[in-house]
């Protein structure tokens, strides 16, 4: 018997009440030929106890010692995977019942295309569902760079299926990231190939009151981490740099977080990515805040070709 078609990776911490519904979405799929690898990172709520329940063939276990944080589960589970295929899931998120079978008929039909992305039912906090469409495109690998960079699709962890040769050649995940760890991960891959970006709503994406994504006050230590390993926000795209900074520092004023203001702006200042007087910032945060708007449309995304000429 060969290999199934698609590794999924699941890593986890402390998702025990999650978990259950996240690992039944996957044994739920109309594509039945995948192994599912769940990664516990050392979680102390019960978890263990749950997975040593599971008596499903498709099901492999891995168990970290200590917490490591999920680039490096996830990347526990790369290095497990047996399939020519990767699809990732986080244990607050769920797979749609066509969540593999997807992805894998696109990979399939188009032997360039390495990653793709696809459309999402996300949570609001009031815990309604709201529809996060992305338009059928495909981009060439310095479109696919540089629509990462600029951040022009939305990237979330359970939205990744990529070939697992280009995942392992790119590197795998930055275990030093915290934050954006998923976007970094593929303007690495990019450089590889093709991204087919899918309209079909494939995940449903959780909310969480405790998931990094809503710990604003760790927001600027985790874009410092984000710029030391793209230091292309320094350079070529300083731009966009000071545009990610100033996001941070108005995400602090909403908040009337004077505390987290005062330590982003030292922080900032010393990674410098604020470099420039206070009307430059603000000019260019608008700048960029309108070329994402005008080049995130479906027709903009299919006519790009990589970063304009005269981006600073």
Request: charged share 25%.
């Amino acid at each position: 018997m060969g290999p199934p078609r698609c590794s999924v990776i699941l890593p986890t911490h402390n998702r025990a009440m999650t978990l259950p519904r996240a690992v039944a979405s996957v044994l739920n799929q109309d594509e039945p030929d995948f192994e599912l690898i769940i990664v516990d990172d050392a979680s102390i709520d019960g978890t263990q106890a749950w997975l040593a329940t599971l008596d499903d063939p498709r099901i492999r276990l891995a168990r970290a010692e200590r917490n490591q944080g999920p680039s490096a589960a996830r990347n526990t589970g790369i290095a497990m995977a047996s399939a020519p295929v990767l699809a990732f899931l986080d244990s607050d998120d769920l797979y749609c019942v066509h969540r593999l079978s997807v992805p894998l008929a696109v990979m399939a039909r188009e032997p360039d295309v390495i990653c793709t992305l696809s459309s999402a039912r996300k949570q609001d906090r009031d815990g309604e569902p709201q529809a996060v469409l992305l338009p059928d495109i495909k981009l060439a690998p310095p479109a696919f760079t540089w629509a990462m960079i600029c951040d022009l699709i939305g990237v979330e962890g359970t939205s990744i299926t990529v070939r697992t040769e280009h995942a392992v050649k790119a590197g795998g995940f930055d275990e030093a990231l915290r934050r954006s760890e998923d976007r970094e991960f593929l303007i690495r891959v990019a450089r590889l190939g093709a991204l087919r970006v899918l309209p079909d709503i494939l995940f449903e994406k959780g909310w969480s009151t405790d998931s990094l994504s809503n710990e604003w006050r760790g927001a600027g230590r985790d874009l410092v981490d984000y710029v030391r390993a793209r230091p292309e926000y320094l350079g070529a795209y300083r731009k966009f740099g000071r545009y990610l900074a100033t996001k941070v520092l108005m995400m602090h004023l909403r908040h009337r977080d004077v505390a987290s203001l005062k330590a982003d702006l030292k922080r900032f200042r010393a990674a410098g990515l604020l470099d420039v007087g206070a009307v430059r910032l603000w000019r260019d945060h608008v700048a960029v805040k309108r070329y994402r708007r005008a080049h995130s449309s479906a027709e903009a995304l299919a006519a790009l070709t990589g970063p304009p000429t005269d981006w600073d």
